[in-house]
Structures are given as C-alpha cells and as structure tokens.
C-alpha cells in the first residue's frame, strides 16, 4: 500500500476510504453557485440533490485521508472522468465514498493513475455514483523505459 503520504505515491491495488459524511444544503449551493448551476434543485429552497460533478469533491476527501501530506513533489494534472449516476443524493443522506486504484502507467513519457469510486447510501446500501478518474500525476515527461 501506498496510501498515508502523497498522490503521487498512489499505485495499484490502494484502496481510500471509505469516508463517510452527511451531504449538506450549504455544499449544494456553494458548489453551484461556483460551476453556475443555477436549477432550482440546486440552488433552491427545498428538495436539493447532489449536482453529478460534486462528486470531485468526494475524491478530494479521499485523497485528504489517504494522503495527508498532499499531492506530492509535482503538480496534478486532472486529465478525464466519466460518472455513472444511479440516483439522486438529497440533503441529510449519509454518505460514503471509497475509492480503488485500478491502474498506473506510463504514456508519452507522463505517469497516469486511475482511480475508481463509488458512492453510496450508508442507511440504504444503495449504490449512487461510479466515477473513474483519470490524473497525469507529473507534466514533465520521463524517458520510458527502453524494451
């Protein structure tokens, strides 16, 4: 395992979390006023859900307690994601996210990690979101290895 320093350490097989929290209205709202998602599910009175790109901030809570020390002696680059959502997570849900390192490998020089997560609801078992993700975890390139 490579978890408990920096992101960049990250490799197969680490598993993050779970951590679990309770989804607040203020999050909701902070978050879309900040990405303009100004529906009324998201930034009304009553009846808000998750907006589906909030689950960003689930892998920052991840990589917060598997890596306190941050991300690590290069910069991250966040280069793709793709999120299935299942259901809606609405404020006041117990939440809980857990995250697996699927793979890291070298291309055009760049190391790349990929991390899988899941979101569910700790009182329902129900799965709500499956997100991979995708980090260039150095701009710089590094001479591959030669075959």
Known sequence: MATGRYVTDLDVGDVLGPVEYTLSSFVIRE???????????????DGLIMPPTLIHLDKLRL???????GTGPTARIHYEYDAE???PARVGDKLSVIGRIKDRYLK???EYVLLEME???VE???LLVRYRD????AYAQKPEASA
């Open 31 to 45: 978050y879309s006023h900040i990405v303009e998602m100004h529906h009324e599910c998201f930034q009304g009175a």
């Open 63 to 69: 990589y917060n307690a598997a890596c306190p020390e």
């Open 85 to 87: 959502v299942f259901a």
């Open 108 to 110: 055009k020089g760049r």
């Open 119 to 121: 979101l569910t609801n």
């Open 124 to 126: 329902t078992g129900e």
């Open 134 to 137: 995708q980090v260039i975890l």
